[in-house]
């Protein structure tokens, strides 16, 4: 009877090991379940969160490229590296003539900018002369324009944006007739009256404070007459100051208002150029301000 009673709580003790074994097995597989899951779903979070800061570190990246836009979209050339293609402009029996060359000697490509391949802008060194032009790729880093130049000296800016290189715009000296040397300053006076009539179309410039090292900007009023598109926008604007040194290129910062923005580095006097196309025919306006 003994033995029987201890062979019957053996054989309990066995089963009743073999419960917690096995409950205990099962326990672990599912914790072991659950733990994989939620590592997965931690992981995949944890994915999901880096995408979404990668996306959101692109579209940040995005607007900020396109913030900065503002100085090479709508104010180009204000402040860049030392230039990587050299520039040579010459003329010949109302020929102009763009010779391009990179730092080894060989052609560079370049990107069209508002629609032309390049902008040619020549001023007259007293800085009372202005032209816009597009010269025509003729291969080998070569441009050419044919206009007639009046007999001056003048301030030829080439501006361009070549791929994959840095390039800064630069006065370059061009001599048309003799006794024309090089012009080293101008008396340019400020404008009391920032309105200006051309071919029966006015156009008044205001702006906002003209200060350094500040968002400036540059209202054209075209009187109620809307301009024609003009290179892919309502107008362009040219800047350069009293030495005809420092260039600027500024495009608008709507398409449907002409309204500019720029910088000035330094204080002094500027002649402002306001492009705008009215019945078929560009017309530029000239302004002179003061930077305090």
Same mark, same amino acid.
């Given at each position: 009877m003994k033995q029987k009673s201890i062979l019957t709580w053996a054989i309990s003790a066995i089963v009743y090991l073999g419960s917690v074994i096995g409950g205990y097995t099962v326990y672990a597989s599912l914790n072991s379940s659950n733990n994989h899951t939620d590592a997965h779903s931690a992981?995949?979070?944890?994915?999901?969160?880096?995408?979404?800061?990668?996306?959101?570190? $692109?579209? +940040?990246? $995005?607007?900020?490229?396109?913030?900065?836009? #503002?100085?090479?979209? $709508?104010?180009? $050339?204000?402040? !860049?590296?030392?230039?990587? &293609?050299? @520039?040579? &402009? /010459?003329?010949?029996?109302g020929l102009i003539i763009i010779d391009l060359k990179d730092k080894d000697h060989k052609s560079p490509e370049l990107e069209i900018s508002h629609e032309k391949i390049m902008h040619l802008i020549i001023v007259s060194a007293d800085l009372k002369d202005y032209y816009h032009l597009h010269p025509e790729e003729k291969g080998n880093?070569?441009?050419?324009? *044919?206009?007639? !130049?009046?007999k001056n000296s003048y301030k030829v800016f080439v501006d361009i944006k070549p791929k994959n290189l840095s390039y800064q715009v630069s006065p370059i000296e061009l001599q048309v007739g003799k006794g024309y040397g090089e012009h *080293?300053?101008?008396?340019? /006076?400020?404008? @009391?009256? !920032?309105? #200006?009539?051309?071919?029966? #179309?006015? &156009?008044? =410039?205001?702006?906002?404070? =003209?200060?350094?090292? *500040? +968002?400036? @900007? =540059?209202?054209? +009023?075209?009187k109620g007459i809307s301009p024609e598109p003009y290179l892919g926008a309502l107008g362009h604007v040219v800047i350069l100051d009293d030495k005809g040194e420092k260039f600027v290129h500024v495009h608008p910062t709507s398409e449907e208002k002409t309204l500019f923005e720029t910088k000035f580095d330094k204080p002094g006097i500027y002649k402002v150029w306001g492009e705008f196309k009215f019945d078929g025919k560009v017309n530029s306006y000239p302004f002179v301000i003061k930077v305090k």
């Open positions: 992981t995949s979070n944890g994915i999901e969160e880096k995408e979404s800061i990668n996306e959101q570190a $692109h579209n +940040d990246n $995005h607007t900020r490229q396109r913030s900065d836009g #503002k100085d090479s979209v $709508h104010s180009d $050339h204000v402040t !860049l590296s030392e230039s990587e &293609v050299v @520039t040579n &402009v /010459k003329y010949e029996d880093g070569m441009y050419t324009q *044919k206009f007639d !130049l009046p *080293k300053g101008n008396s340019l /006076k400020v404008d @009391t009256n !920032l309105t #200006k009539t051309i071919n029966e #179309k006015t &156009v008044e =410039l205001t702006t906002t404070e =003209l200060g350094i090292n *500040k +968002d400036v @900007t =540059l209202s054209f +009023d075209t």
